[in-house]
């Protein structure tokens, strides 16, 4: 249990190589990208506070948009606090795993949480984990809006500690559950998710032309999500069955998403891939996609 990863994921996704990633497209297809933040946009770092976009990203992104190209991020972090990262980006977010979404960034009224959230029985949650780590150094408490995260990456062998607090704070918590991630443990609100979050933007942002969703993300809070995206996921609703698009995972760890790339650094060749692919005059393109499907 040392990075919170599940175990019970076989699937073994193909590689993609970035530099290539246009011949995975086709012209007669719109797209849209659904992109998670840490581990896919931002380095992951000791303390998530000191995570940063590299200014080149969103530059990058910003000019994929131009192209008519729908982007939004889904993302573990609080609303507030993906706002900042993705500053000056304008796009719709779903934050907290799904618990806040922003379909439109212009507008905090334009805002909703997709469950119920007992604030009061949150503050309880929180200072019940933060007297139980207070034998310890090395955790870091992040308080969200909606939720509550105990990292432990400063010191990976308090992973088996962070899980046992997690655990015996929620006995008493029904309403609650325990989402897993690298070197973390987060005390969320029952019913959302990732995926659930991708069906919800991808209603909104999508117009009478059906656009092809891809998925890039890089922990196990993200697989909800390619499976929503790849339409494998039997937990969600209806629509997802109809949704045929791409999952791709930061990382060659067992993942239900079809395809992966190594690290950030491919990410951003792979982005970089798709803009000059945006930018290809329609004479250049080719009739179909190549997209193959893991058996």
Not at 34 to 50: C, H, M, Q, S, Y
Not at 79 to 93: D, H, T, W, Y
Request: hydrophobic share 40%; with cysteine.
């Amino acid at each position: 249990m040392t990075s919170g990863r599940s175990p019970s994921i076989n699937r073994r996704p193909i590689y993609i190589p970035p530099k290539n990633f246009a011949d995975y497209l086709s012209h007669q297809q719109g797209y849209c990208l659904f992109l998670d933040i840490d581990g896919t946009l931002a380095d992951f770092t000791l303390n998530p506070k000191d995570s940063v976009i590299p200014t080149s990203t969103l530059t990058l992104l910003q000019k994929i948009q131009t192209h008519g190209v729908k982007i939004a991020a889904v993302t573990g972090r609080s609303l507030a606090e993906a706002k900042q990262m993705l500053f000056p980006l304008m796009l719709p977010i779903a934050a907290t795993h799904g618990l806040e979404i922003a379909f439109d960034d212009d507008s905090d009224h334009n805002e909703t949480n997709v469950v119920s959230v007992n604030i009061m029985e949150l503050a309880v949650i929180t200072e019940s984990i933060i007297q139980s780590c207070i034998p310890f150094d090395d955790f870091i408490i992040e308080n969200k809006p909606y939720s509550v995260a105990l990292h432990f990456r400063k010191n990976p062998a308090l992973a088996d500690p962070a899980y046992t607090i997690m655990v015996e704070t929620l006995k008493s918590h029904d309403n609650w559950t325990l989402k897993s991630g690298k070197y973390v443990w987060e005390v969320v609100p029952k019913g959302a998710n990732k995926g659930s979050a991708i069906l919800a933007l991808l209603k909104k942002m999508q117009s009478n032309k059906s656009v092809f969703p891809i998925f890039i993300g890089d922990d196990i809070t993200d697989e909800a999500g390619f499976m929503a995206v790849q339409g494998e996921s039997k937990s969600l609703e209806d629509d997802s069955q109809l949704i045929k698009g791409m999952g791709i995972k930061v990382g060659s760890e067992s993942t239900h998403a079809n395809y992966y790339v190594h690290d950030i650094y491919e990410v951003t060749i792979l982005l970089d891939s798709f803009l000059s692919f945006c930018q290809q005059p329609n004479a250049l393109v080719k009739e179909t996609v190549r997209v193959r499907h893991v058996v």
